[in-house]
């Protein structure tokens, strides 16, 4: 079956991110100096735990931003027709839970759905039970079976994960200086095998209200939450760095004008002035549907904006950093003398000055990381967040919400999207402080006197 | 001082003028009343004459910036800009999409949003300074250790979980307080205490560790030792001393938020059903009601900018070396 590849604009950023950072790394990996710090980072097991756990939802994220069309089988004059519906590399690998929709809610692991139906049995009669589920544990023939099902099918994956996790461990011996990375990633790969073999045949977190898999939704909202949490950095880092370097070294009207500018932005209330912003991307979509010939293009360029809009509603903090540090360093000595050789700004600027400042970047973006993935389900509860057609933690819990007052509850949909976002998240604050400790020299002395 | 005063709110004015540019802006430019019109009455199938009544309705049938029609005064003040943003200065929000003065739902809706934030700000700050004066005097402990794993972990927990488990543990399985809702007087009381409570645990994590920082770092200085030399116990060194001193810093971070309280919190009213600010300019941006969302940017940053002079009066009260000129 031929495919087209279909290119949304986040994944583009996303590659050119992806991009950017193994130049970074390729640039830091040839010099000592700038390796020291990752040094001190990687000694911290805590770090390195996290960065594994970080690192496998960069994946999922990474295979979700490799977006395909397929051809439909009928042709329009000669010329292929590709399907409207736009997939990703993850969607085919994980395809079973994709397609194995059910009719609506049902608990982990269940065999029947949620609700009631009539339905005709063998005799004719109408009776009114829990119906099958047509994929969920449908090779058994009673309930009582599943359990020793379900402990046989985990066990086995687990063992074949751990088996996999083992030669893992084996082959990259060479790095394995710390038995908790070892551990960590055995755990992992026990887990994404007991998790394989078992969704293979169950819902193991259940489905939603249109019988979509919760674990492929919580999977996919890695995605989102990703893309909300870096590509914002796009907009940020460009603009706090002109702002604040040029408000720290030329002082005068330039840091009166910026600062104006600053403070404006600062003194809005930022969900206030994310909202308005938003509320008006909205209209420009909503008024011009004919920019986008996908219902999953209009959502992507909606997630586009809306980074954009995080983005300029969020860089003062870090341009305020900026601009104080590039205040105090412009009298250093080193820069008076490069002043007096008739180095030009620019060259100062960005030769002696960025270099120096390079930390409290460093140390912002990988703070502001989680506290975005955190705002994105709650923008997305306002009404200002993501796309509704967008699969999101956000989206997510604002639909699971509604059904808290149902009895018996269903709560399977919000416990795996909170549950999702607390490792995220979790293992983000983690690296960020590891990070922050390796970076911040203020923090290493404080530390040392106390 | 008064002099002082006085030039920090003559400064205030220019950064009113750029919010009130900058919303204008967003509003008016980016999409013309035309669009609006054309969003709120559906996309499709809009008769030009619709446009043009609901652009009347509200008043956004004059021209932006400059009316050439009219003669004298008039050629500025009968126009969009005039009429819709720079009247905000004498806070006169007009209508809202519902035909209620934008004013007058202000102040009715500040009590209910005060009787949530103001004892939730307040508790709030005596439970996250004590939690993290315990932490700085077990410091480099197990206990300590502890302390800040809750806090990172507590910090990494989503604000949403919290109203949500809250509501679903004492409201619906213990049946302590009724879900949402509001009444006045007495009563208010079992409506607002467990919005309180989960304001103030959704925020330990972070603000706690803050604290926490702030503390660390006087208790590396002279004074500290000083006060150990002559003997005072740690406990008074820490809850006296290092409190006292650490108030610049703490004082930064708080007195600001302080005329915020008014605006309320978005998340906690909505899902609380709590008829306050946060839950009118929620509804707003559901209902695409412009108007309150631009009074309510403007309100937000005219509060936010009191909040910065109170913090340099503040500074005064509790160092006195710090004067204003």
Redesign the interface.
Known sequence: MSFMIEMLWSDRLVFLLLAAGIAATWYVRKREHLLLPWRRVAQSSVALVSLLVLTLFVVVGLLDSMHYRTALPEQSKGVAVYSPEVLSVFDKLVEPLRMYKEKTYSAPFALTLYAKESMSDAAGNIVRDYPRLQYGGAHLNDVSERDADVAKRALIGALAGLLAGGLLVWLARRWMSQRAVSVTILAMTTLIGAIASLAAEYHVLGTDKVGQDVLYLSLKSIRTGLIIGTVTTLVTLPLALFFGLAAGYFRGWVDDVIQ??Y???????S???I???V??M???I??H?EWFDTTASRADLRLVFLCLILGVTSWTGLCRLLRGETLKLREMEYIQAAQSFGVSSMRILSRHILPNVMHIVLIALVMDF?ALV?AE??LS????GVDPSMIS?GTM?NAA?LE?AREPMVWWA?VSA?GF??VL??AA??FA?AVRDAFDPRLNR?EA?? | MIEYLIRRILYAVPILIGVNLLTFALFFVVNTPDDMARMQLGIKRVTPEAIDKWKQQRGYDKPMLINSEAGGASTFTDTIFWGKSASMFVFDFGYSDDDRSISHEISTRMGPSLAIALPTFLVGLVVYVSFALLMTLFRATALDMAGVALCVLLMSISGLFYIIGGQFLVSKLWHLVPISGYAGGAESFKFVVLPIVIGVVGGIGSSSRWYRTIFLEEIGKDYVRTARAKGLSELRVLFTHVLKNAMIPILTGVVVVIPLLFMGSLLTESFFGIPGLGSYTIDAINAQDFGVVRAMVFLGSVLYIAGLIFTDISYTIVDPRVRLT
Do not use: E, H, K, W
Request: glycine content about 2%; aromatic content about 8%.
């Open positions: 104006y500018i403070t404006v932005l600062s003194s809005i209330p969900v206030l002035l909202a308005a912003a509320l008006m909205q209209v420009t909503d008024t549907p989680s955190l389900a709650v509860y306002v009404g200002v933690f819990i919400r808290m919000l909170f976002m607390l998240v979790l604050n983690l402080d404080t006197d106390s």
